[in-house]
């Protein structure tokens, strides 16, 4: 079956540090992966997206890469800020229909 | 445009109680899926509607249901409520796009319900 499987938090950083949150997935077919961020009090929102292998996906300085042969699709930023702390979910879609997998997030806290 | 709208968005409930959700997808959207966020089980997919007609379900009792009106507007009801159903409960809509590998998910800021 399909399946995310994400590294356990919380993960606490200083301002201008380097972040990695790995995610590695179980899928029947060849799923599009998508990391989601989520701030305090509010719902999902898409953070960047890839469809295919070796599709690199990247928005407001985080990146992540479709990884088949190790089946990652661990998220990256070389300097975060204050503002990016939230909950962070890796997720995959299976390759038809419309339904979505998600780990079980990553909250991050950047302090001053 | 109007992003995805969820009422209530706080609900306080007693076991053997039953609630009702409702989810307002963006104008256009035809696909609802909810989802139950909690903090042991992450997200945890429960049902998707497209057209009004259940087109993938997850892993939950029969006690969760849902349902899609005409206008895509969608509501999800849990009877004989427990503790363990307290959770947030997120909706999602998006637009199917024939061909597309995959249909980004727009998510509303959730239901928060306890059950006492």
């Known amino acids: 079956g399909n399946s995310v499987t994400q590294m356990e938090g919380p993960v606490t950083l200083s301002e201008e540090a380097f972040l990695t949150i790995n995610c590695t997935y179980t899928a029947t077919g060849y799923p599009s992966l998508f990391w989601y961020v989520q701030y305090p009090g509010e719902g999902l929102q898409l953070l960047l997206k890839a469809t295919k292998a070796d599709d690199k996906g990247s928005n407001k300085g985080f990146e992540a890469t479709y990884r088949k042969e190790t089946t990652s699709f661990h998220l990256e930023k070389g300097s975060v800020q204050v503002s990016d702390s939230a909950v962070y979910f890796c997720?995959?879609?299976?390759?038809?229909?419309?339904?979505?997998?998600f780990g079980t997030g990553t909250s991050l806290t950047v302090i001053p | 445009k109007a992003g995805v709208t969820q009422t209530p968005r706080y609900l306080i409930k007693t076991r053997g109680q039953q609630v009702t959700l409702s989810c307002s997808p963006i104008?256009?959207?035809?696909?609802v899926s909810w989802y139950q966020q909690t903090p042991g089980q992450g997200l945890q997919f429960l049902f998707e509607?497209?057209?009004?007609?259940?087109?993938n379900k997850g892993n939950f009792p029969g006690r969760f249901s849902g349902r899609q009106f005409s206008n895509s507007r969608s509501e999800m009801n849990v009877s004989t409520l427990e503790l363990g159903d307290s959770a947030l409960y997120l909706c999602?809509?998006?637009?199917?796009?024939?061909?597309?590998?995959?249909?980004?998910?727009?998510f509303g800021p959730g239901t928060r319900l306890t059950v006492l």
């Open positions: 999602a809509s998006s637009r199917p796009s024939g061909g597309a590998r995959y249909n980004e998910q727009f």
């Open positions: 997720a995959l879609s299976e390759s038809t229909g419309n339904q979505f997998y």
């Open positions: 509607y497209f057209s009004e007609t259940q087109r």
């Open positions: 104008s256009g959207h035809r696909s």
